[in-house]
């Protein structure tokens, strides 16, 4: 199992990035995946999911209406579009297959001016 997460860099506040995640060594297409994030001494936290089939999404409330999550399952990809980035969006990125431990490394997204 191989999740590598790219995308990640310096952004000016209100700014966009589209981060993507390239899965492979599993059945990526029969997986809900999601995107997680964690910030410099916090906790890991879930920013959104996806359904298998994309028929639904999930968001935490702090990226609700600025995030989309999105997926396509012919190039095992999922992706997360960032918009109105804030400072407090600051973090590592990683994407995860639900209800398995395995992670890639992870992409700085780093909101400043």
């Known amino acids: 199992v191989q999740l590598v997460e790219s995308g990640g860099g310096l952004v000016q506040p209100g700014g966009s990035l589209r981060l993507s995640c390239a899965a492979s060594g599993f059945a990526f297409s029969s997986f809900t995946m999601s995107w997680y994030r964690q910030a410099p001494g916090k906790q890991r936290e879930l920013v959104a999911n996806?359904?298998?089939?994309?028929?639904?999404?999930n968001y935490a409330d702090s990226v609700k209406g600025r995030f989309t999550i999105s997926r396509d399952n012919a190039k095992n990809t999922v992706y997360l579009q960032m918009s109105s980035l804030k400072p407090e969006d600051t973090a590592v990125y990683y994407c995860?297959?639900?209800?398995?431990?395995?992670w890639g490394k992870g992409t700085l997204v780093t909101v400043s001016s």
């Open positions: 995860n297959a639900a209800g398995t431990q395995n």
């Open positions: 996806i359904s298998n089939r994309a028929f639904s999404t």
